[in-house]
């Protein structure tokens, strides 16, 4: 039988995608084309808890399965137990005809592949660099390499090809909902933001450490914005991150607003859908404004090379470094050059020809 036949005739799948918020959403045009290839499939996600986040507001998702698995970078440290083996056993349960395991480059899929083999999955499909023997059914091989890596949303794109799968579109997906919508719309009334002058939206944090541009840099740059064009800034980010963002604040010596610890992620993206423009650190909220449409400057830390902003109106400002592409989460030199260097003012230049490009 055709392998593209037989995953066709598939109903009930299970995505494995056990990373962040960002690499979920640059899964969901590979998940839009699993979705769209049987009308009435049924899409679970098993992801962490951050991707889940987000996940629930993927149109494309049916169900979502939050695991930390061990084997993973961000989650903590800890043996196989109990968790594990109730994970195998909700898998079998769940009686999935099939599972696509989505990986960037570096990863293995073999210990998510274990996990659904010993779950019964009776289709399992991924790229792999080692022969996974019984593993897989469906063994794509790892090509890539530090010196040849394909955007991750096209990766994940040629994945699912394989087994004939291809979306109606390769944008992202998100769906915003008119709860958040109603709410922002509130916020922004309080803060007296009308639409009738420019603003902009800054998220100066990162979970990374390597993908932080420096806060006197944000710091400068948001300045600029409402001193010299008269547009008005608002900061967004998690709780922990109020200190960075006063940080900012401060010493800018000119009005801004912050809405730091006020959004959930519904609210994020509802409040990035009004934005004219985002300016962000490579990071959630930037994969955000992509899956929304809208304009981003993206300070692009030369980590790795495959997360830029996906098909929207951008600028990926970064200086050129010898030890880019480190792929560290911190930077193995310490001086963070391929950030630092970036100039303030080519932030706003970046802005400001960017929002004009776009209305």
Same mark, same amino acid.
């Given at each position: ?94 009686? &999935? =005809? ?15 592949? #274990? ?60 769906? +915003? ?9 509130? #916020? ?11 603003? +902009? ?33 608002? &900061? ?6 109020? =200190? ?20 959930? #992620? ?94």
């Amino acid at each position: 039988m055709n392998r593209a036949h037989e995953w066709s005739r598939t109903e009930n799948l299970l995505c494995v995608r056990l990373d962040a918020m960002g690499d979920v959403l640059m899964t969901t045009p590979a998940i839009r084309a699993l979705k769209e290839a049987r009308p009435g499939r049924r899409v679970t996600l098993l992801t962490s808890p951050s991707g889940g986040a987000v996940a629930r507001l993927v149109p494309e998702i049916d169900h979502c399965l939050s695991y930390e698995p061990p084997w993973m970078k961000a989650t903590p440290q800890r043996t196989v137990g109990d968790i594990d083996r109730e994970m195998i056993e909700r898998l079998r349960t769940g009686r &999935f =005809d099939a599972a696509v395991i989505f990986t960037v480059f570096s990863q293995s899929p073999l210990p998510a592949a #274990l996990l659904c083999y010993l779950a019964d999955i009776p289709l399992r499909l991924a790229h792999c660099r080692e022969n996974p023997y019984q593993l897989l059914t469906d063994w794509v091989a790892e090509t890539e390499s530090e010196g040849h890596i394909r955007h991750e949303v096209r990766r994940q794109l040629d994945l699912v090809a394989e087994v004939g799968a291809k979306p109606s579109d390769e944008r992202l997906s998100l769906r +915003v909902t008119a709860t958040a919508r109603a709410r922002v719309a509130g #916020l922004l009334r309080r803060l007296g933001i009308t639409g009738a002058a420019p603003w +902009v939206v800054i998220h100066p944090g990162s979970t990374a450490p390597s993908r932080r541009y420096p806060p006197e840099g944000y710091c400068e740059a948001a300045r600029r914005l409402v001193r010299d064009f008269g547009w008005s800034v608002i &900061f967004t980010g998690s709780g922990p991150e109020r =200190d960075l963002v006063e940080s900012i604040r401060s010493a800018m010596g000119e009005p801004s607003h912050s809405l730091v610890g006020e959004l959930d #992620l519904a609210c994020l993206a509802a409040l990035i859908e009004r934005a004219p423009l985002l300016i962000a650190n490579n990071t959630g909220p930037a994969h955000i404004a992509a899956a929304l449409g809208r304009p981003v400057v993206d300070l692009y830390a030369l980590t790795n090379p495959q997360h830029t902003p996906w098909q929207v109106p951008c600028r990926v400002l970064n200086h050129p470094v010898a030890c880019s592409p480190c792929f560290k989460s911190v930077c193995p030199e310490g001086h963070h050059d391929c950030l630092r260097l970036v100039p303030p003012g080519a932030i706003v230049q970046a802005a400001s020809e960017l929002l004009t490009a776009v209305t």
